[in-house]
């Protein structure tokens, strides 16, 4: 089992920046692969980024490439989001999700409860 929370959403104005955080506990953090998702009413949940047990391995959505990066601390069990130059499209709520080498959710065993990111125009 892994327990996950997320941290560092926020409403911000379109170009600004932000970090997510999230923080595994439980089981082995670097057995999995960790992944960010979004959703938003309007649409079902769709992959952002994913980064491999030693980060040699990352993917991002084509929607978001050259804006968010995905970065990873075994040592301290986290996984982060940072992300600039937001824009109002990037409006949803972001899960960290921890599981296999894919980019659907349904390779993901394990979710957090997700956090809001907001951006205005």
């Known amino acids: 089992q892994v327990q996950l929370v997320e941290s560092g959403g926020g409403s911000v104005q379109a170009g600004d920046s932000l970090r997510l955080s999230c923080t595994a506990s439980g089981s082995t953090f670097s057995n999995y692969v960790m992944g960010w998702f979004r959703q938003t009413p309007e649409k079902e949940r769709e992959f952002v980024a994913r980064i491999t047990w030693s980060g040699n391995m990352i993917r991002y959505a084509e929607s978001v490439k050259g804006r968010l990066t995905i970065s990873r601390d075994n040592a301290l069990n986290l996984v982060y989001l940072q992300m600039n130059s937001l824009k109002p499209v990037d409006t949803a709520l972001y899960y960290c999700?921890?599981?296999?080498?894919?980019?659907?959710?349904?390779?993901?065993?394990?979710w957090g409860q997700g956090t809001q990111v907001t951006v205005s125009s």
């Open positions: 999700a921890a599981g296999s080498l894919s980019t659907s959710p349904h390779g993901y065993a394990y």
